[in-house]
């Protein structure tokens, strides 16, 4: 059984830092990408950062210039680092991977609340 682990969530004050990761337990083979996710309420889940196996990289406008991701390969770990944080960067933040395989599979974390304050 395949389990995404998280950490790295918590308090912190606006204009701080906040490193999260995610590691999958279990088998798990041929991962296309990994990304993270985030979710307030009333709002919709968004793509917060992506990155694949061969290091291409995509982030919400929201985040560009504050957050990086990255990954490591071997050991199917995606990290989230999240700088100059802000009051709407509180939420939810959720792992994915998603399988190179047909079809395609995502494997979702739990999620880890972020919690900025003013």
């Known amino acids: 059984q395949v389990q995404l682990v998280e950490s790295g969530g918590g308090l912190v004050q606006a204009g701080g830092s906040l490193r999260l990761s995610c590691a999958a337990s279990?088998?798990?083979?041929?991962?296309?990408?990994m990304g993270w996710y985030r979710q307030s309420p009333g709002k919709q889940r968004e793509l917060v950062a992506v990155?694949?196996?061969?290091?291409?990289?995509n982030y919400a406008d929201s985040v560009k210039g504050r957050f990086t991701i990255s990954r490591d390969n071997a050991k199917n770990t995606v990290h989230l680092q999240m700088n100059s944080l802000k009051p709407e960067d509180t939420a939810v933040y959720f792992c994915?991977?998603?399988?190179?395989?047909?079809?395609?599979?995502?494997?979702w974390g739990q999620g880890t609340q972020v919690t900025v304050s003013s």
């Open positions: 994915k991977f998603e399988t190179d395989s047909w079809p395609r599979r995502n494997y």
């Open positions: 279990g088998s798990i083979f041929r991962i296309n990408a």
């Open positions: 990155i694949t196996t061969g290091g291409n990289t």
